[in-house]
């Protein structure tokens, strides 16, 4: 059975910086791409970044230059760095990854709460 487990997630005033964690067990098959998205009230889930398995990188406008994302594939980990965080980045933080063995299959973790203050 697929788990995805995020962690590290916080209260932090704004201009702080937290790491998450997305570790991954169960996996049968390859991921071909980890992508963390963000929900806050009221608003639809966003994309934030995704890392493929050849670490193609992609991030939203609003996050660039603010935050990093990267894998440990020993781990079986990806990571979301981020620094200068905003209030708006207040949200709860969703880890995201498309496995492929015989067919695809998406998985999803069940969110880290991130809330920066002001």
């Known amino acids: 059975q697929v788990q995805l487990v995020e962690s590290g997630g916080g209260l932090v005033q704004a201009g702080g910086s937290l790491r998450l964690s997305c570790a991954a067990s169960?996996?049968?098959?390859?991921?071909?791409?980890t992508r963390w998205y963000r929900q806050a009230p009221g608003k639809q889930r966003e994309l934030v970044a995704s890392?493929?398995?050849?670490?193609?990188?992609t991030y939203d406008d609003s996050v660039k230059g603010r935050f990093t994302i990267s894998r440990d594939n020993a781990k079986n980990t990806v990571y979301l760095q981020m620094n200068i965080l905003k209030p708006e980045d207040t949200a709860v933080y969703y880890c995201n990854v498309v496995v492929r063995r015989f067919t695809t299959n998406t998985y999803w973790g069940q969110g880290t709460q991130v809330t920066v203050s002001s």
């Open positions: 890392i493929t398995n050849e670490d193609n990188t």
């Open positions: 169960g996996i049968r098959g390859s991921i071909s791409v």
